[in-house]
């Protein structure tokens, strides 16, 4: 009887108590658990720090597009001014604003802003240009073409501050209304 029962208590005690190969696999799914966890951290702080720096990134050009768009005002003004100095006959007088005229678009220049090239006969595209008017085409071949360009676009990088403004040639076909009271 005795025999039996230490034997009894031999398996019980096996049962219960880990074995080593339990214990090393325990060890090893507590382990790629951790591995698991940090690995998503990590990859969270990556994406969390590539975010970062785009919001910041967005901002600087955001905050810059703010001020450029408050100076277009100021180039339309000056743009003006230059085509009246050049009227006049006084040389140092439209060297001196030119001086003036062509630090100030450089400096605006070096910031990412730049005109949007529109030409009298391009394609009116509504996706580029602005259209604030149309007048009659003399020539069928003008029609939904630019005749008149009115204020300057400008595009900050990619993005356009403001859009060209321009007249387009049409072709209109006058009808007889007739009004009947």
Sequence with gaps: NRSIMATNKKKSTKSKSPTLKDQIKSLNDN????KDKFLRLFAEFENFR???????????????????????????????????????????????FELIYNKFHDILKSNGLSVIEVKIGDVFDSEKHEAITQIKATDKKMVG???????????????????????VANWFKWKKIIIRY
């Design 31 to 34: 382990l790629n658990d951790e």
């Design 50 to 96: 590539k975010r970062t720096a785009k919001e910041r990134l967005d901002l600087f050009k955001t905050a810059s597009s703010e001020l450029m768009t408050a100076l277009l005002p100021i180039t339309d003004d000056m743009d003006r001014a230059l085509n009246e100095f050049k009227k006049s006959e006084n040389d140092d007088l439209i060297k001196g």
């Design 145 to 167: 073409k630019i005749v008149d360009v009115v204020e300057t676009g400008y595009l900050l990088g990619e993005k356009i501050l403001r859009y060209p403004k321009v007249v």
